[in-house]
């Protein structure tokens, strides 16, 4: 079973504060990605990485894959309340997404 | 349609219930998964459907659940016999293109009582 394991699982900071979430795995994944998903709705994709080591930025997010392709790391540089949700690594298997535990962030103003 | 739409968004079903849960993908899209999710975790696979073809069904908890896309558009999630467990979101995602981001619906909230 590929498991991916995120830390840490609850978050809670401050507007305006820094922070990383990490995406753990003992698999080798040929892509991997990042969703954010708000109550009631579904994910929504933030990035896909797909070389080891690359490094790819959104705004305030900053998305590293690690070298070896099995970990991942999300950075928010300047928190806001609208980055408030679950945070979500996905690792592409074959033919399917298998997810993260998932890491839910609040941010408050 | 412009999304992935899920209907219903709701659903309550007494315990020993059939219930159908219908997807509706982007339109064009091969791809579809369906997932299910607890509160506060990640969704966890239960199947994959390329067009009409079911390639993998191996996340699906027992043979209650059943799942079909008969013309490779349309799916219906299918629980037979419903139980407390499978109280849950059940999501619905389609791809254009296998390993490439998903769009995923609203989700069906099922609740046995």
């Known amino acids: 079973t590929q498991l991916l394991e995120q830390s840490p699982q609850f978050l809670s900071i401050q507007e305006g504060e820094n922070l990383t979430v990490y995406c753990n795995s003992s698999?080798?994944?040929?892509?991997l990605q990042w969703y954010r998903q708000e109550p009631g709705e579904g994910p929504v994709l933030l990035v896909t990485?797909?070389?080891?080591?690359e490094v790819k930025k959104l705004k305030r997010l900053t998305f590293q894959f690690g070298d070896a392709r099995k970990d991942s790391s999300l950075h928010i540089t300047a928190a806001q309340p609208g980055d408030t949700g679950l945070y979500l690594c996905?690792?592409?298997?074959?033919?399917?997404?298998?997810f993260g535990t998932g890491t839910r962030l609040q941010v408050f103003p | 349609g412009a999304g992935v739409s899920q209907s219903p968004r709701y659903k309550v079903a007494k315990r020993g219930q059939d219930v159908a849960l219908r997807c509706d993908p982007i339109?064009?899209?091969?791809?579809l998964f369906w997932y299910q999710q607890a509160l506060g975790q990640g969704p966890e696979f239960l199947t994959y459907?390329?067009?009409?073809?079911?390639?993998?069904k191996s996340g699906l908890p027992s043979d209650r659940f059943f799942a079909e896309r008969p013309e490779g558009s349309v799916s219906t999630l299918k629980i037979q016999r419903t139980q407390q467990e499978d109280s849950a979101v059940y999501l619905c995602?389609?791809?254009?293109?296998?390993?490439?981001?998903?769009?995923f619906g609203s989700g069906t909230r099922l609740t046995v009582v």
């Open positions: 995602a389609s791809s254009s293109r296998q390993g490439y981001g998903y769009t």
């Open positions: 698999s080798v994944f040929s892509s």
């Open positions: 990485v797909v070389t080891g080591g």
């Open positions: 996905a690792g592409a298997s074959t033919d399917k997404l298998i």
């Open positions: 339109s064009g899209h091969v791809s």
């Open positions: 459907f390329q067009n009409e073809a079911q390639l993998d």
